[in-house]
T-cell receptor, first 113, second 117 residues
Framework: NAGVTQTPKFQVLKTGQSMTLQCAQD?????MYWYRQDPGMGLRLIYY???????DKGEVPNGYNVSRLNKREFSLRLESAAPSQTSVYFCASSQTGSTDTQYFGPGTRLTVL | AQSVTQLDSHVSVSEGTPVLLRCNYSSSYSPSLFWYVQHPNKGLQLLLK??????LVKGINGFEAEFKKSETSFHLTKPSAHMSDAAEYFC???????????????FGTGTRLQVTL
């Protein structure tokens, strides 16, 4: 039982390049989330998927797209990376409802030059 | 709208002394509240959560937090700090999502706990 896994762990991009961050969970959770973590700002929600087949914008969605591929997988795509997207990205999953715990992956550290 | 304020960005304690990490929240609804811990270069781990049951919540590793509605606070405490407690701690509030929808968390900016010998 791996929980939430993310690939890659580290990535360096040049401005304008694209990439996809992958996330998978094996807990049969309905909801999945993408966050970014910047120094002094806590975690901010980029996009989330309440259930398979649905996605919604979070607090900071600009410059990102997501795909809920199936119940297990939720990917985050940067179409044209910018230095402002240098951050640590976390994927999380939960059942449904506000009382349910979100379980986090180990993170992807992305640097955009 | 909901928000979370962690009152200290950095707390330093000696090993064996009590820990207090302060958190105030704002929510239009009856919130769910969480404390998460992040060790260096790791993901986030749930310490404890409050979901409108008992106001004193016990978590892992000897941590506990008390929900005080009148003070809109959810402070995290531990009687005796251990070196392994050194980490970043996040206070988090969740909106009262309808059944069947995802929860949306609002994170505080974090408190870095330093434990010295």
């Amino acid at each position: 039982n791996a929980g939430v896994t993310q690939t890659p762990k580290f990535q360096v991009l040049k401005t304008g390049q694209s990439m996809t961050l992958q996330c998978a969970q094996d807990m049969n959770h309905n909801s999945m989330y993408w966050y970014r973590q910047d120094p002094g700002m806590g975690l901010r929600l980029i996009y989330y998927s309440a259930s398979e087949g649905t996605t919604d914008k979070g607090e900071v969605p600009n410059g990102y797209n997501v795909s809920r591929l199936n119940k297990r997988e939720f990917s985050l795509r940067l179409e044209s990376a910018a230095p402002s997207q240098t951050s640590v990205y976390f994927c999380a999953s939960s059942q449904t409802g506000s009382t349910d715990t979100q379980y986090f992956g180990p993170g992807t550290r992305l640097t955009v030059l | 709208a909901q928000s979370v304020t962690q009152l200290d960005s950095h707390v330093s304690v000696s090993e064996g002394t009590p820990v207090l990490l302060r958190c105030n929240y704002s929510s239009s609804y009856s919130p769910s509240l969480f404390w998460y811990v992040q060790h260096p270069n790791k993901g986030l781990q749930l310490l404890l959560k409050y979901t409108s049951a008992a106001t004193l919540v016990k978590g892992i590793n000897g941590f506990e937090a008390e929900f005080k509605k009148s003070e809109t606070s959810f402070h995290l405490t531990k009687p005796s700090a251990h070196m392994s407690d050194a980490a970043e701690y996040f206070c988090v509030v969740s909106d009262p999502a309808r059944t069947g929808t995802a929860s949306k968390l609002t994170f505080g900016t974090g408190t870095r706990l330093q434990v010295t010998l």
